[in-house]
């Protein structure tokens, strides 16, 4: 599976950007779908997330200005980001999690993105 983010790029303060995540094979499968983030010196973190049911898990600092959906039919996902802040500046990674089941066993599949970079400043 692959994961391919696009639309990042540089934004001022209070702007907006619309980050996509295409996927190499149908989006269907996944038991979630989401992006994370890391921004210089610091680890990796969540963002938001969508589950096949269609439930969202955001981070606090999201305070409703991100918001995640997604497009069966293209097999893509998508970040909508507003109110843009300095401190939102960091590389974006699209994250898909499978879990499949074997006998008792269950195991999770894990892709990522290979990251795209969303600068904020003026």
């Known amino acids: 599976v692959q994961l391919v983010e696009s639309g990042g790029g540089l934004v001022q303060p209070g702007g907006s950007l619309r980050l996509s995540c295409a996927a190499s094979?149908?989006?269907?499968?996944?038991?979630?779908m989401g992006w994370y983030r890391q921004a210089p010196g610091k680890e990796r973190e969540l963002v938001v997330t969508?589950?096949?049911?269609?439930?969202?898990n955001s981070a606090d600092f999201v305070e409703g200005r991100f918001t995640i959906s997604k497009v069966n039919a293209k097999n893509t996902v998508y970040l909508d980001m507003n109110s843009l802040k300095p401190e939102d500046t960091a590389i974006y990674y699209c994250n898909a999690v499978e879990w499949t089941n074997k006998g008792w066993n269950r195991f999770k599949w894990e892709y990522w993105g290979q990251g795209i970079q969303v600068t904020v400043s003026s």
């Open positions: 094979e149908s989006i269907g499968r996944f038991d979630s």
């Open positions: 969508l589950t096949y049911d269609m439930r969202t």
